[in-house]
């Protein structure tokens, strides 16, 4: 059977087409302003904000996109997709990327796996994610204590953190779910 030869430059292009058609979205909306980045709790864990993966994407850096850690930190909370003003739907174009991942068999780092560790104990201890205690844990089980000092300290005085974490209603129902879930042999720990 004759086989069909696609240069690079075209595989990559079908490659970003089906992962738009996937996802329903389209990367050449975006425009860079970065809110998406810039509301993401998970940003800090990255190594690509949500605003760079587009950017590969766009640059057709496929390779790169698929490695990227970032889309297994990705927590699809869905705000990058809600504040986006150009309506790009990142949080699926971050699923279909892990579903391409899978395939390709590019799949999770200790990295990774620490920072889903660190954000599944305190949902199930607080009902909701405590971000300065999330990229605590996560830059201590990481050996980076002070990566985003920098960063931390004005949020903090700024009031757009909290040192100490909220809670929710049904947080006693969220931790049934864990147990539950730890019953049929899953969980964090
Ligand atoms: S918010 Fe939307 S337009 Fe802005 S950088 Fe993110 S994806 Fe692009
Ligand atoms: S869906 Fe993922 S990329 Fe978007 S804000 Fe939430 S964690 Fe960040």
């Not at 699926?92 to 620490?114: N, Y």
Request: with cysteine; net charge positive; charged share 30%.
């Amino acid at each position: 059977m004759e086989r069909v030869l696609v240069s690079p430059g075209k595989a990559k292009k079908q490659f970003i087409k089906e992962i738009e058609r996937e996802s329903g979205t389209e990367v050449s909306l975006c425009y860079q302003c970065g809110k998406c980045a810039a509301g993401c709790p998970a940003a800090f864990a990255m190594d690509y904000t949500p605003r760079q993966v587009i950017r590969l994407l766009q640059l057709e850096m496929v390779d790169e996109a698929v490695k990227a850690e970032s889309i297994w930190i990705c927590a699809t909370c869905d705000t990058c997709t809600t504040r986006c003003p150009r309506g790009v739907d990142i949080a699926s174009l971050m699923d279909a990327l892990r579903r391409e991942a899978l395939k390709r068999g590019e799949v999770t780092d200790h990295k990774v796996a620490t920072f889903n560790k660190a954000f599944l104990k305190l949902v199930e201890r607080f009902g909701r994610v405590h971000e300065v205690g999330l990229m605590m844990e996560f830059n201590l089980k990481t050996g980076q204590l002070f990566k985003d000092v920098e960063l931390g300290l004005p949020m903090f005085t700024r009031g757009k953190v909290h040192l100490l974490p909220g809670t929710i209603k049904g947080r006693e129902q969220v931790k049934q779910i864990f147990k539950r879930v730890e019953q049929m042999g899953g969980g964090p720990s």
